[in-house]
């Protein structure tokens, strides 16, 4: 069976094959900056601004072998989440497309997969408004968790985290971690 390296490598040649601006972000992301840990599903974010975009996305995904259904796109992209989930036809993999009109991103290797990830202070961000909303609390933990690891073992702008974790409304959460 192929594994979860070979599916993304295929998701990054089919996004680059069409020229797609991504980056990789949840636990490939985490495990780049912080812990590597292990995972059955994929998230990317994927600049889809203008419909050759989306074209471009459902080619890409079916590429790398997903079912895609062209109205999860278009409903995602309409909708407050923008995220859209596919499975691969092949392997027990999902893939979380997030949509996106601007990707904050840096490139760095994933099992000596050169790629783009998001930034490490966007992550964290991310994973504060994860926490803000996840009930019961006690199922924010990996996030807890990543966020620690991250500012563990990567060196990122706290005063910016701090700035646009005020506006997001989860600076509270980020005071808990922001000592570390």
């Known amino acids: 069976?192929?594994?979860?390296?070979?599916?993304?490598?295929?998701?990054?040649?089919?996004?680059e094959k069409e020229s797609l601006?991504?980056?990789?972000t949840g636990a490939l992301a985490t495990s780049f900056y912080g812990v590597p840990r292990t995972t059955a599903d994929v998230d990317v974010?994927?600049?889809?601004?203008?419909?050759?975009?989306k074209t471009k996305l459902v080619s890409a995904l079916r590429f790398a072998g997903l079912q895609v259904d062209e109205k999860r796109i278009?409903?995602?992209?309409?909708?407050g989440y923008k995220i859209a989930t596919f499975r691969c036809?092949?392997?027990?993999?999902?893939?979380?497309v997030i949509l996106s009109d601007s990707i904050r991103k840096k490139l760095g290797d994933i099992a000596g997969l050169t790629t783009y990830l998001q930034l490490a202070e966007d992550l964290i961000l991310a994973k504060l408004r994860m926490i803000?909303?996840?009930?019961?609390?006690?199922?924010?933990?990996?996030?807890?968790?990543?966020v620690r690891a991250i500012l563990r073992f990567t060196n990122v702008d706290k005063t910016e985290i701090e700035k646009q974790a005020k506006k997001d409304g989860t600076l509270?959460?980020?005071?808990n971690f922001s000592d570390s």
């Open 45 to 53: 974010m994927v600049v889809v601004s203008t419909k050759d975009a």
């Open 172 to 175: 509270e959460i980020w005071k």
């Open 21 to 24: 601006d991504y980056a990789f």
């Open 1 to 15: 069976m192929e594994s979860l390296f070979g599916f993304v490598k295929k998701l990054v040649e089919g996004f």
């Open 89 to 96: 036809k092949t392997l027990p993999y999902t893939v979380d």
């Open 74 to 79: 278009e409903d995602a992209s309409t909708s």
């Open 132 to 146: 803000k909303v996840t009930v019961p609390p006690e199922r924010a933990i990996k996030d807890e968790e990543d």
